[in-house]
Every structure is written in C-alpha cells, then in structure tokens.
C-alpha cells in the first residue's frame, strides 16, 4: 500500500478518498491571517476536486495548487510555524 493510502497523522491505512464539493467551483480553503483593508489580490484556495478522510482520526486533506498558494502566502505576509 502507498503513502497516498496512510494517514500521515495516525497512520492508520483506513483512509477513503472521495471528490471536495461545497462550492460551484469547488471546495475553498481561507488561511488565518487574512484581514484588514488589502482586500485586492488573493484571499482564497480552491481545493482538488479529490480529497482523503482517514476513518480512525478523522484527518481530511486535500491539495491546493502551490503557486497559487505562495502567491497569497506572500502577499498577506502570513506566518509560517518554524521546521
Ligand atoms: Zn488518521
């Protein structure tokens, strides 16, 4: 069984996958941090259409497109946890 199949968090290999719905375009992921009046520019992250939730722990993820997401991460100057 692949990694794509174990949850990272648990790493139970009970995880199912299924399409993100939600949204006429898709599932929307909004980091904290954004606020204030810089209104302009990127405020959101549309998800995959396909997701994995893990059936012991309840952990969901998804992908959102990378780019897409260091546009916004830079843009809102949004803190980082340390590696
Ligand atoms: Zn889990």
């Known amino acids: 069984m692949s990694n794509e199949d174990t949850c990272f968090r648990c790493d139970s290999n009970?995880?199912?996958?299924g399409k993100t719905l939600g949204h006429a375009l898709g599932a929307?992921?909004?980091?904290?941090?954004i606020s204030g009046f810089k209104w302009f520019?990127?405020?959101r992250l549309f998800l995959s259409g396909e997701g994995r939730a893990c059936l012991d722990c309840g952990l969901?993820?998804?992908?959102v497109d990378k780019e897409k997401a260091n546009e916004l991460f830079e843009h809102w100057d949004?803190?980082?946890p340390p590696h």
Not at 14 to 17: D, M, T
Not at 28 to 33: K, L, S
């Open 14 to 17: 009970r995880v199912i996958s």
């Open 28 to 33: 929307i992921f909004r980091p904290y941090g």
């Open 41 to 43: 520019g990127p405020t």
């Open 60 to 63: 969901f993820r998804s992908d």
């Open 78 to 80: 949004l803190p980082v």
